[in-house]
T-cell receptor, first 114, second 112 residues
Framework: GDSVTQTEGPVTLSEGTSLTVNCSYE??????LFWYVQYPGEGPQLLFKVPKANEKGSNRGFEATYNKEATSFHLQKASVQESDSAVYYCALSDLGGSNAKLTFGKGTKLSVKS | EAGVTQSPRYAVLQEGQAVSFWCDPI?????LYWYQQPRDQGPQLLVY????????NSQLPSDRFSAVRPKGTNSTLKIQSAKQGDTATYLC??????????FGPGTRLTVL
């Protein structure tokens, strides 16, 4: 079946430093890839998605490139803020552009200190 | 526009007790999902519906878990005889025709 593996947390950074969260995946299909963010007491919310290989997604200063050859989709941000503290999930859907069935990674907890 | 609502927000049970979780999706969303999220893990799909029909329940422990969506709107997930291993947050999500999923806040279940 499908699987997603991402950087194990927790990750602690100082404000203004850069972030990379690694994500790799396995699927026999042609996936759409997602990054979700989850704050305490809330459900996950979509950060952005990328349906096509070699394209980049971005939102709120976060970005990731869908690398089909390396089966990777690493999350990056150049300068993190305290408000970025949350749990980040990499996920995939194997139904083309429709995300009918999502497979999530285990999550990476990010804490940003001022 | 109201988001996905779930109730209760918390539940604490003894092993062997039954519990039901309720979900009200975003108005107009035809697809509804139930996920189980153990502590410090990602959400794992249990079952999903398109309107009132079950599309995939392959990950639902059928001996103790059941889920219904009788009118294609609200949904109920029930655990018949809870075990300590069921301790987790149960998330409901909805979408329009399988596109972006919107998640509710979840129900945090503790089984003692």
């Amino acid at each position: 079946g499908d699987s997603v593996t991402q950087t194990e947390g927790p990750v602690t950074l100082s404000e203004g430093t850069s972030l990379t969260v690694n994500c790799s995946y396995e699927t026999k299909q042609y996936p759409t890839l997602f990054w979700y963010v989850q704050y305490p007491g809330e459900g996950p919310q979509l950060l952005f998605k990328v349906p096509k290989a070699n394209e980049k997604g971005s939102n709120r200063g976060f970005e990731a490139t869908y690398n089909k050859e390396a089966t990777s989709f690493h999350l990056q941000k150049a300068s993190v803020q305290e408000s970025d503290s949350a749990v980040y999930y990499c996920a995939l859907s194997d139904l083309g552009g429709s995300n009918a069935k999502l497979t999530f990674g285990k999550g990476t907890k990010l804490s940003v200190k001022s | 526009e109201a988001g996905v609502t779930q109730s209760p927000r918390y539940a604490v049970l003894q092993e062997g007790q039954a519990v039901s979780f309720w979900c009200d999706p975003i108005s107009g969303h035809d697809t509804l999902y139930w996920y189980q999220q153990p502590r410090d893990q990602g959400p794992q799909l249990l079952v999903y519906f398109r309107d009132e029909a079950v599309i995939d329940n392959s990950q639902l422990p059928s001996d103790r878990f059941s889920a219904v969506r009788p009118k294609g709107t609200n949904s109920t997930l029930k655990i018949q005889s809870a075990k300590q291993g069921d301790t987790a947050t149960y998330l409901c999500a909805s979408s329009f025709s399988g596109w972006e999923q919107y998640f509710g806040p979840g129900t945090r279940l503790t089984v003692l």
